[in-house]
């Protein structure tokens, strides 16, 4: 088949590289356009699109889908089907009749569960066993259209978000392309999502990254984990951003550690909670790099009244750190 790709980040490149490698023909890329990151605030093309470049691929990059021209120009393309993994756009009816086979879209979690944009990030940060991932085929709601295929994953207690995603993406792209060779071979059926069970994962952004010390260890572990590596949990120092790595709650010390308290001991950093202390293992203080939290502690010297979550210098959504 004639395949167009909708993708954007990182994740979807194992799911373009994997379908460059199929037995069909990708004859174009849809992405979003050039963004600024780093820490230069640079614009920069998508991963996808660096991929598909280097392949000699066509790349569509419009604003918003329901653009005119860009639906002309997927037409022009004639393609059979556009395989979709976290284009980050909702696509409007006009787009979604171009192919013949439709939009199908690969989506990290087991619909109806965790409809919206950041799906494993959510399921960490409730403490769920088991996600997966859902190839199914778009249509103009939000994750809402029936399901072609599913694979389960279990999650790990020490999955960030970054190792779930790393997975999903690399074994998600193998069933993608499993659904496409059936799409064209007429072996798939699609079938409708169940009308219970539904839950929403919006995007993270900074502020829902912040971490409240005095909920319990276990919730501040899934916070850090669920937002590791982007958008990065943080708390603050002397009303400073403090980004955080993965935490370990550790067993209750014979000394009581209050929310928020401070204690280096034996190269450790331990950090109370709601309940018992947790372990930092990174930190990376604002303006600078991150590094091992027994490294920050040497320079910054935190004594028995330092409090981390005091109130941070910024309030706004935007990462110091990007």
């Not at 979709?84 to 879209?105: C, I, K, Q």
């Not at 209050?258 to 109370?272: F, K, S, T």
């Amino acid at each position: 088949m004639r395949l167009v790709l909708a993708g954007t980040p990182e994740v979807a490149v194992p799911s373009l590289a994997a379908l460059l490698a199929s037995r069909h023909d990708v004859v174009g890329v849809v992405t979003r356009p050039d963004a600024a990151a780093g820490r230069g605030r640079r614009s920069r093309p998508s991963p996808v699109r660096v991929l598909a470049e280097s392949h000699g691929v066509p790349v569509l990059a419009p604003r918003h889908p329901r653009e005119p021209e860009f639906q002309a120009a997927l037409a022009d393309l004639r393609p059979d089907c556009v395989p979709v993994v976290a284009y980050g756009a909702l696509v409007p009816r006009g787009a979604l009749d171009v192919p013949t086979h439709g939009w199908v879209n690969l989506h990290f979690s087991l619909l109806p569960a965790w409809r919206g944009a950041a799906p494993v990030q959510h399921a960490i940060m409730v403490g769920d066993d088991i996600s997966g991932v859902t190839v199914f085929r778009l249509d103009e709601g939000m994750d809402t259209g029936p399901v072609l295929a599913t694979m389960t994953e279990r999650l790990r207690p020490d999955d960030t978000a970054g190792d779930v995603l790393d997975r999903l993406a690399t074994a998600g792209a193998q069933l993608l392309v499993q659904v496409v060779d059936a799409l064209e071979d007429g072996a798939v059926e699609p079938v409708p999502q169940p009308a219970d069970g539904a839950s929403l994962a919006p995007k993270i952004g900074v502020q829902d990254a912040r971490v409240d010390l005095t909920r319990p260890a276990v919730a501040v572990d899934r916070l850090v984990r669920g937002c590791t590596p982007a958008p990065g949990a943080w708390t603050t120092l002397q009303g400073r951003r403090l980004k955080l790595g993965p935490v370990v709650p550790v067993e209750a010390t014979a000394e009581p550690l209050a929310p928020g308290r401070v204690r280096v001991a034996d190269g450790e950093v331990l950090v109370g909670t709601g309940t018992v202390p947790v372990r930092l293992s990174t930190v990376q203080p604002e303006g600078k790099r991150a590094m091992p939290a027994g490294d920050w502690a040497r320079g910054a010297r935190p004594g028995p009244e330092t409090v981390l979550g005091e109130p941070a210098a910024t309030t706004t959504d935007e990462d110091p750190h990007a």
